[in-house]
């Protein structure tokens, strides 16, 4: 990357011609802001040195193209080079797409055949099986290890590979459900079913990931999980009931959880929507739902009207997939897109897992090069 031309305009403005003809316009300030001298910046750091509060009040005294990069004297006498390479990757357009993220939506049981499926040791060894797990998390919210031994500890090596256990005051690391164990005042601990639901809505922080390994289900029946993409039916309801996603996205929806020594308690929006109208993360727990008060009779019963609308999507058959867990498969799932439910069952069932945080499986995507 070379730049052509460049040239100083309307006296606050550094105007960059590169030879694959793009042509970028710079604020003085953005660029005195990103200088790169060791006074201002530290690249082993990775870091800025210099703080906002000393932002000198300069401009730029003359301008030098020196082809790969330009160097700028300012007013103070300071002095600034930029590579072209790295000017060359502020377009706001690229910059701005680049960063945003491109599920692939699914429903029903057509993501059987899409969602990747690793052995273990090629998960846990090879580049090329990380990348097929991260990828499949990204597009489809679901990914399966296979042939891992049905023990707490194998389970956690695994949940270690995704980004690292994420451990919380209230459930610990790893955790393990079973019917015989009343850990937790919770449905999930009992062999009812579950309606389709993602965990923690009433956490300013949610689980990342839910990780499931059901390592033991003797003398009984049903049990089956069940998964459904919660972004498939918030576009579903975006493009049939317009105004019940509007309410979601806007709405601050209170959700709590209360046990023995805990209460946890928050008041967040069911869909939280990007600038591009792109659904983030989906809070939606019918469980932990707690009572409230409205500011008129026409917001409780859009309230009502809209969660149910969402609900019938994430209910309706059609859109799920089944699956039946069996001992040596983990399924990871994203738990700010998919829910997740189960079948009534008997029997002795023990599940264990773990949850992980966000940032730390989308940094491991990020450092595989997946993500930007
Ligand atoms: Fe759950
Ligand atoms: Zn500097």
Redesign the pocket.
């Given at each position: 990357m070379k730049i052509t031309e460049c040239s100083v305009v309307e006296d606050t403005k550094v105007k960059i011609q590169f030879d694959d003809g793009k042509i970028l316009t710079f604020e003085d300030c953005w660029l005195?802001d990103n200088?790169?001298?060791?006074?201002?910046?530290d690249a082993n750091l990775v870091e800025r040195l210099?703080h906002i509060v000393n932002f000198p009040d300069v401009r730029v005294k003359n301008i030098q193209n020196l082809q790969t990069r330009i160097s700028v004297t300012w007013t103070d006498n300071?002095?600034?080079t930029y590579d072209a390479s790295f000017l060359s990757q502020f377009d706001f357009k690229i910059w701005e797409q680049s960063r945003r993220l491109s599920p692939v939506l699914w429903k029903g049981s057509e993501v059987v055949s899409k969602v990747a499926r690793v052995e273990v040791d090629k998960f846990l060894n090879t580049e090329e099986g990380t990348k097929e797990i991260f990828q499949s998390l990204l597009d489809y919210g679901l990914a399966f290890v296979e042939n891992v031994t049905p023990t707490i500890e194998a389970t956690e090596v695994v949940c270690n590979a995704l980004g690292g256990v994420m451990h919380t005051n209230m459930y610990g690391g790893m955790w393990t459900i079973s019917t015989n164990l009343t850990e937790h005042s919770d449905t999930a601990y009992t062999n009812l079913a579950l309606k389709q639901h993602t965990d923690n809505s009433y956490f300013s922080e949610p689980a990342g990931l839910q990780i499931f390994h059901c390592i033991e289900h003797n003398d009984g029946t049903g049990g089956e999980s069940i998964f459904m993409d919660g972004f498939y039916g918030a576009k579903k309801l975006k493009e049939e009931h317009p105004k019940d996603f509007e309410f979601l996205s806007n709405f601050q929806l209170d959700a709590e959880y209360i046990e023995d020594g805990h209460h946890f308690r928050l008041l967040a929006p069911v869909l939280k929507v990007n600038k591009f109208g792109d659904v983030v993360h989906l809070r939606f727990n019918s469980y932990d739902r707690t009572p409230m008060a409205f500011a008129d009779g026409e917001e409780c019963r859009s309230y009502y009207r809209s969660l149910k609308n969402l609900a019938q999507y994430f209910e309706d058959p059609q859109n799920q997939f089944v699956i039946k867990l069996q001992p040596g498969t983990v399924v990871a799932i994203d738990n700010f897109r998919v829910l997740h439910g189960r079948a009534a069952f008997t029997g002795k069932r023990i599940l264990c897992g773990s949850y992980v945080r966000r940032d730390d499986w989308t940094d491991k995507a990020r450092v595989l090069k997946l993500i930007k």
């Open positions: 005195r200088c790169r001298c060791p006074v201002c910046y210099a300071h002095v600034s």
